[in-house]
């Protein structure tokens, strides 16, 4: 009954944040089609955000994509000011000419690179929400929380963002997960760390002021995390839509799923070949964060070079069936409440408050209740 109670307590608030935010979102972005669904959520009387014409799954699943791909272009945004590219397509800082050559020293078109994923995801959240809109569903917006401190460092724009990339927690285990022959997360299986003392203290990813593009190796060390943390980013996307795929029900929504998905993958091998390039160094303002040469012990050997950069074949559904290169994990129950777990563990949402993390607990938890097949 508590738990009851809770529950309808908290959809009510969030109701009303929907609603509320879908105001400035239809008065900012989209225009006459967001209108036409922003009528009062309250007036269907139901518990729920509106479907529209999807079921209320559908609906779900892409509201907590539309949210995960927010989150997703607020902090690319924030590589891309400082390491990336600025131009129309993605406005906005006017670049680090020191973060972006230690940038580089992992590949030449690290700043092509993370323009262009920066602009992928960009559109995956435009997209998603018009869709919803198209078809008379709320949308999400997360404007009200664009609260965080920008980067100090010269070359970042002084705004509100949703996401923190200087206190990260970077779990690194993608590099060995990829590469078992044996193992996987469905299975319950653990993985070891490419970097440990990445998933260990916290970490900034850009440099927090200018006092951090010296020396030499301080600043390669953020070049560095930041190079992993893009591989740890897009290896969750990569997981998260076929899970949540599984219980899309509408074949219009799930080719949208099954379309934006694999772009996240072309994202994730990107960086996971990239990431091999970070150089040995242990981090001379943090003599705890040390990245280790990947080609030597504990990694190294056929397994983990680091030019190796496509699935090895693993065990999938069952261990008695043949090894198949594949996407892990992918297990669909809780996939949205887990993916927002891995979020909030890495440190991205440090600053941000209670409401947020009780809007996102919610849409992943509605997500989670979606089920392929119902009306
Ligand atoms: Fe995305
Ligand atoms: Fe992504």
Known sequence: M???LKGLKSSINRRSFMKNGLTAAGAATLGAGLVASSSPVLAHGGPEERSGHLTKGDA???RFLAAAEILETDLWQQYNELGGIQDSEVPGGSGNATYTAALAVLDADMAQYIHDNTEDELTHEVFINAYLASKGA???NLDEFRTLLSSQASGAQQIGRLTNLMQLTVDTSWWTRYRSGTKNPDFGDIFDQAVPSLNKGQHPAIPKT???LTPNDHIQAIANTAGFHFGTIEQGGT???PSLAQRVTHPEVLR?????GPTEAMHFQTWSDKAGNAPALTDPKDSMLVFPDLNSSPLGGEEFQTNLIMPEPTVFLSRKLPACSIVRPTATDGAATGALKFLTAMGLFIGQSSAFFELLRDLAEDADEARRGER
């Not at 949208?256 to 934006?260: A, G």
């Open 2 to 4: 508590k738990d009851l």
């Open 138 to 140: 709320d949308t999400v």
């Open 239 to 241: 997981s998260l839509y």
């Open 60 to 62: 779900a699943i892409l």
């Open 256 to 260: 949208i799923v099954l379309s934006i």
């Open 210 to 212: 200018d006092d951090d």
